[in-house]
């Protein structure tokens, strides 16, 4: 059996006068007003719960540790430093870490001209099959004993606009993923998807406009006939699980590990054909897990 965390959205930060000055204009310096005010309190015990979190993978014996994005607030330095030291513990899995950025990490163009995330979080970014990369290292493949295969796509994008926290995955890596899903290495493993934003809300219907994943349609679409796998994701900070007619993969959104009264995780069980998914939640000063509410799928 291979036991999966699947966590997501921990928005680690800093005081706001510990960041650095220089492009806190514009969307960044109203970021970090609303972080100041209101958003700081919503995730203000972070790191103690990703130690938590990682006492949690080393009591429950998880062998591999998923992240499906945003590590910070803002995507400023001082917070990625400060989310790699509060995360490194969850890479001693046996099984090791996979991480995405999210939309927060490349908050604005500096965090992606700056190689924030691949400075950081780059060894835990690294592909099994880097020569079926087709927009720089993605998709990125890593395979998991004979049994298992994770496939990451890029949503997460820099929005300038004071207004805008959206996403889509390139057309390229889109239209790698059924032939991805074909190469020899996926035979006989169940496929996970990675993806930072989700296609679809709790109720089946499409993120807002000004929030959602522009092309999660046409992510669907091209994940329509995986089978057997899920699809895992973030951004929304709240957890659930959710199959969308026509698409055969499962949709398991992880919500957010460390948001105040909402903290969420999954767990899932891989042997053989059964597979499971145990939902996970924060009480008091760790990490349970809900066994009456597991899925098979």
């Not at 300038?160 to 059924?178: F, H, N, R």
């Not at 899920?230 to 959710?242: K, S, T």
């Amino acid at each position: 059996m291979i036991r999966i965390l699947h966590f997501s959205d921990v928005h680690v930060h800093v005081p706001v006068w510990k960041m650095p000055w220089r492009g806190f204009f514009g969307k960044r310096f109203f970021g970090a007003a609303n972080l100041y005010l209101r958003r700081s309190r919503r995730f203000l015990n972070a790191p103690q719960k990703l130690a938590a979190l990682a006492e949690f993978v080393r009591v429950r014996g998880i062998d591999l540790v998923l992240f499906t994005g945003d590590c910070t607030a803002l995507g400023t330095e001082p917070e990625y430093k400060a989310a790699r030291a509060a995360m490194d513990p969850l890479t001693e899995a046996p099984m090791g870490m996979l991480c995405i950025p999210g939309n927060h990490d490349l908050y604005l163009p500096d965090s992606v001209a700056e190689r924030n995330y691949e400075r950081y979080f780059g060894d835990l970014t690294a592909s099994d099959l880097p020569e079926v990369a087709v927009d720089g290292r993605w998709p990125l493949v890593r395979l998991i004993e004979d049994s298992v295969a994770l496939i990451a796509v890029n949503s997460a994008r820099p929005n300038p606009k004071l207004w805008l926290s959206t996403g889509s995955v390139p057309d390229v890596q889109l239209e790698a993923l059924p032939k991805l899903f074909a190469h020899a290495e996926m035979r006989n493993r169940f496929i996970f998807v990675l993806t930072h934003f989700g296609p679809r809300r709790r109720d089946g219907t499409p993120d807002t406009s000004l929030h959602g994943f522009d092309n999660g349609e046409a992510f669907l679409s091209s994940c329509a006939d995986l089978k057997p796998g899920a699809v895992l994701h973030g951004h929304i900070h709240e957890r659930y699980f959710l199959r969308v007619e026509g698409v055969e993969p499962p949709i398991f959104n992880a919500g957010s590990a460390t948001y105040e009264g909402r903290e969420s995780i999954w767990v899932f069980e891989i042997e053989g054909e059964k597979r499971r998914a145990i939902p996970g939640k924060w009480y008091h000063d760790r990490y349970l897990l809900d066994e009456g509410s597991l899925i098979d799928f």
